[in-house]
Structures are given as structure tokens and as C-alpha cells.
């Protein structure tokens, strides 16, 4: 026996699809503002942060979640015009991606992305030994080659495109989705994890009812103020629901994740005031990073501004240890040499990275 557990690895028994892969990793460290993981700092109304105290405190834990959060379903189903059945609720958006490339992914198979953009598409494709092909965007504004990308996913299972696409900040324009419906076969998601900070006509669910093949990703993390909950939904064709709801992990919603999430969605109109906030931030912010000598800031209909400058790493290290404030660098990333990505805060946290950095520059 203590032989046999001296020589035990389980590395060696990993499927050969999931080695080398490590736990994810964001880079937190502990700082008075955290501007890095493209949370909403700003504070709820005190009525709405009372309706869901009041739901998370009068929903009983001793039964088991409905498996398909069907109240969730309809409530979501109701603000998007939509029916149940074409709505999926998952444990964060991760769930959902995940499930997707789960079911829809697998050897043989390829999914096509647009980087740089979200790193997860990448990894969860990898998971589910489907190929991934990448169609990188313009370096100067990252913005999508159309024909490049259309071209690209003839041949594929899916294509995955964030909009506004994270972390350069802007959005999927109307004529590529329309070809990438038209001209190919893949199954199409637009993720809009931020599109409650866009425009009011920047989403494309409206798009689901006679696209079959398109479907659309939304999570309650980022203008909700809900990232700690782990709320995502899919709007999608119903046979692609069902094809979801078979595979997925039964029970992966908790019973606090539904309540709260429903009073959530019931009270997005006295939420809607404080994205307006943000987006107000976002603009003055856009202005305060464009007047640090040497700064490049990229416009955003999200709520973070994607900013290169000289030194990035070395910036964003003093950033968090001299002044104790926390962006995501971006310098490791291809095509995102020197680039920092600044969540939009409080105006008091705005103020306070914006006298930081003005301070590193100065100095140098």
C-alpha cells in the first residue's frame, strides 16, 4: 500500500485532451480598488438591494432547485420577448459556453474565434477536443476582417463572438452576423455579457426568432452587480435548449441563484439608473486616460476602456503596489503588447486611477 501511494500520479491518467492545463488564475491581489475583473462597483439601490436580501432570506434550503429554473426561464423569457423554451439558465455564462462546445463541439469539429477576446472560448474548445481556428482582428482598431471570418467559418461547428467583445470594447456590426448566418452553416453565439452598456439597439436577440442557427448569451454578472452569483442564459433556437438541458449538469443553479436572480430581472428598471452611471463614468474616464501623455485609448461600448501604454506591466504593478489599485495587463496577450484593461468604477475610484497614473507618468 505505501509503495502504491508513493508512485501514484494522477497526471499520468489525465485524458490526453486535458493535460497541461492549470486552474484558472485572474492575478487578484488584495487592493482598496479593484478595477480588473469588470464587476460593477457601483453601489444598488437601497430598494433593490432589499428585494433580493428578501428573496435570498425567504427561499428554503432543504429542497432541491427546479433542474431547469423554469420561474427564472419565464421571468427572463418575459423581458425578451421570448418563450420559456427558448431560454436556458446556466451557472455563469461559463456553463453555458461550456455545454455548447460539449454538445455541439468534439473531435472533427471546429470552432472559430476572433481574438483577442475572451480566453475561455479557447480553453473550453480545447476541453471538448474541438479545434479551434483564429481569425485575428485589425491591430490598429480590432476590428473584424469579415471576409476572413465568414470564409473561416464555412468549414466550422461554431463560431463564438463577443459583442461588445471583451476586451477590446466594441461591437459586432449587423451585416457580418447577417453573413455569417447567410453564407454559412455553423451555429452562431454573440456573447453580450456588456451589452446593457451599449446602445439600446447593440443586442441581437430580437435577431433569434427567425435565425434559427443564432444564438445569444447573457449573464447577469455585470450590469445585474451579480458576478458573485453565477447567473448566465442562453436565447436560442428550442431545439437548441433541449439539446442543453439533456446534457447538462443536473441541479447546477442553486436554489438562492434562482430566487435572487428572479427579484434581480423584476427590478432591472431601478438598476437601469445605475448603468446609465457607468456609461456616463466610461465617457469621462475615456477622456481622463486620453489626456496621460502617451496613452492610446480605444472607444467602448462596455463598461472597461482597453489602454496602451508604455511599460504596461511595470504600470500596472506600481498601479497596485504604491496606490493600491488593480487593472488586468494585457501584455502577455498577442496583439495586446502594452495594453491595460481598466473596469469603469466608482467616480471616486476613476478619480483615484486617473491621480495614479498621472503620478507614475509624471515620474518617469
Known amino acids: 500500500m505505501e509503495r502504491q501511494t508513493a508512485t501514484f500520479n494522477a497526471n499520468e491518467r489525465v485524458r490526453p485532451a486535458l493535460v497541461g492545463f492549470e486552474p484558472y488564475d485572474p492575478a487578484f491581489s488584495p487592493c482598496e480598488v479593484n478595477l480588473s475583473a469588470n464587476e460593477n462597483t457601483h453601489p444598488l439601490p437601497g430598494e433593490v438591494q432589499k428585494a433580493l436580501e428578501q428573496a435570498m432570506l425567504s427561499t428554503p434550503l432543504n429542497r432541491y432547485p427546479d433542474p431547469l429554473a423554469n420561474e427564472l426561464r419565464d421571468v427572463l423569457a418575459a423581458w425578451h420577448g421570448v418563450g420559456r423554451q427558448n431560454l436556458m439558465v446556466g451557472n455563469g455564462g461559463d456553463e453555458v459556453l461550456f455545454n455548447l462546445l460539449f454538445a455541439f463541439g468534439g473531435p472533427g469539429r471546429s470552432l472559430v474565434v476572433a481574438p483577442p477576446c475572451f480566453e475561455e472560448y479557447k480553453n473550453f474548445a480545447k476541453m471538448c477536443e474541438t479545434s479551434v481556428v483564429e481569425v485575428w482582428r485589425k491591430e490598429e482598431d480590432f476590428s473584424i476582417d469579415a471576409d476572413a471570418l465568414v470564409s473561416a467559418a464555412k468549414d466550422a461547428a461554431l463560431v463564438m463572438i463577443t459583442s461588445p467583445n ?5 461591437l459586432v456590426e449587423p451585416a457580418l452576423a447577417r453573413r455569417l448566418l447567410d453564407e454559412t452553416d455553423a451555429l452562431v453565439l454573440l456573447d453580450e455579457a ?10 441581437f436577440v430580437p435577431w433569434v426568432h427567425n435565425n434559427p442557427r443564432l444564438m445569444v448569451l447573457r449573464t447577469l454578472s455585470k450590469a445585474f452587480a451579480l458576478a458573485g452569483l453565477r447567473c448566465g442564459y442562453l436565447i436560442a433556437h428550442e431545439t437548441v435548449v433541449n439539446v442543453l ?11 438562492i441563484a434562482q430566487a435572487v436572480a428572479c427579484a434581480a430581472v423584476k427590478s432591472r428598471g431601478k438598476i437601469e439608473p445605475v448603468v446609465r452611471s457607468i456609461v456616463s463614468e466610461r465617457d469621462r474616464l475615456f477622456e481622463g486616460l486620453c489626456a496621460i501623455p502617451g496613452a492610446h485609448v480605444w472607444p467602448s461600448s462596455a463598461n472597461f476602456l482597453l489602454v496602451r501604454m508604455a511599460d504596461a506591466a511595470r504600470v500596472r504593478a506600481r498601479l497596485r503596489d504604491e496606490f493600491s489599485v ?31 497614473l498621472a503620478a507614475i507618468v509624471e515620474g518617469q
Open 194 to 203: 456588456y451589452v446593457e452598456f451599449a446602445d439600446t439597439e447593440a443586442s
Open 166 to 170: 471583451n476586451p477590446t470594447g466594441d
Open 326 to 356: 488593480l487593472v488586468r495587463d494585457f501584455s502577455y496577450a498577442p496583439g495586446l503588447s502594452d495594453c491595460l484593461r481598466i473596469t469603469v468604477g466608482t467616480p471616486a475610484e476613476n478619480e483615484r486611477l486617473l491621480a495614479a
Open 245 to 255: 438541458a439533456a446534457i447538462r449538469q443536473i441541479y447546477s443553479e442553486d436554489v
